[in-house]
Nanobody
Framework: VQLQASGGGLVQAGDSLRLSCAAS????????LGWFRQAPGKEREFVAA????????YYADSVKGRFTISRDNAKNTVYLQMNSLKPEDTAVYYC????????????????WGQGTQVTVSS
């Protein structure tokens, strides 16, 4: 599967953004999906994940209550709604997919998108 992330940009603290990740392939609905981010000089970290049906979602503590992951299997797209953005949310955001069970670790994913930059100014 190929993943294409979009929706990043430059916003102010407190603003909202919605990231999208469009996937190719006819088996999108069978994939678990995740969002990760990587800030300059830091390792890529888990942000959110969703299972194949959308019934189960998982979040990093740092974004819980502010970010929401969702998916539209008819559109082969996964979303990350980001509210109340903070400067520390500044990073390149990556979407990822796996045919295995949903995971909160980088090793749990087989396919990665190219990333989209999110910059939050104070």
């Amino acid at each position: 599967v190929q993943l294409q992330a979009s929706g990043g940009g430059l916003v102010q603290a407190g603003d909202s953004l919605r990231l999208s990740c469009a996937a190719s392939g006819r088996t999108f609905s069978t994939y678990a999906l995740g969002w990760f981010r990587q800030a300059p000089g830091k390792e890529r970290e888990f942000v959110a994940a969703i299972n194949w049906s959308g019934d189960n979602t998982y979040y990093a503590d740092s974004v819980k209550g502010r970010f929401t992951i969702s998916r539209d299997n008819a559109k082969n797209t996964v979303y990350l709604q980001m509210n109340s953005l903070k400067p520390e949310d500044t990073a390149v955001y990556y979407c990822a997919a796996t045919v295995r069970v949903v995971s909160t670790t980088r090793r749990g994913y087989d396919y990665w998108g190219q990333g989209t930059q999110v910059t939050v100014s104070s």
